[in-house]
């Protein structure tokens, strides 16, 4: 069952993935949390980093859409500078989310990776979607309240997983 929460791979933040890291492996499509991924939890905007992030994927034709459990208006607020594709209210850790966006983009689920800051949210989530994870550091160091209760029983699962798997490691 702790296999569930293992991320295929584990990076600091989405800069440190690059788009020849993921044509290496066979990744064409990027799933991406938004809060405390790609932006901090507690803004409305992203930033110029992002930005080029995001032109530096799609340069490589590598694309990008969001999965997030939020709402809506509050995804589309903080993408609005960006030409990003969404999917809001994904009900994370269930799959519908990732599902949804696999279906509605026609994506392969082997070229696919999800990439967020949570274990038992977004890593589950890929790993029982069957597609690749990628784990990353949140952004800032706080949490929405919503969050709280998920990242004090991260911090036993990730202990559980660091036992088990001798390749857990942040690249």
């Given amino acids: 069952m702790i296999s569930k929460f293992k991320p295929s791979w584990m990076f600091q933040d989405i800069y440190h993935v690059s788009p020849e890291f993921l044509a290496g492996n066979h990744i064409k ?22 930005a080029d992030w995001l032109r530096e994927m799609k340069k490589y034709g590598i694309k990008v859409i969001v999965v997030s459990n939020n709402s809506y208006s509050r995804i589309s607020q903080a993408l609005t500078d960006y ?25 392969s689920r ?5 990439i967020g800051d949570q274990l038992l949210t977004d890593v589950f989530s ?17 949490d929405g309240w919503t969050t709280w209760f998920n990242r004090f029983l991260e911090r036993f699962v990730f202990q559980l997983l660091k036992k088990k798997y001798s390749d857990i490691h942040w690249q």
Avoid: C, H
């Fill in 29 to 50: 499509y990027i799933l991406t949390d938004l809060d405390n991924t790609l932006i901090p939890w507690n803004q409305s905007d992203g930033s110029a980093k992002l």
């Fill in 83 to 107: 030409d990003v594709a969404f999917v809001s209210r994904a009900l994370k850790p269930l799959t519908f989310g990732i599902n949804r966006a696999i279906n509605q983009y026609s994506l």
């Fill in 110 to 114: 082997k070229e696919t990776v999800m």
């Fill in 126 to 142: 890929a790993n029982n979607s069957g597609v690749n994870s990628i784990l990353v550091k949140p952004l800032v160091n706080n």
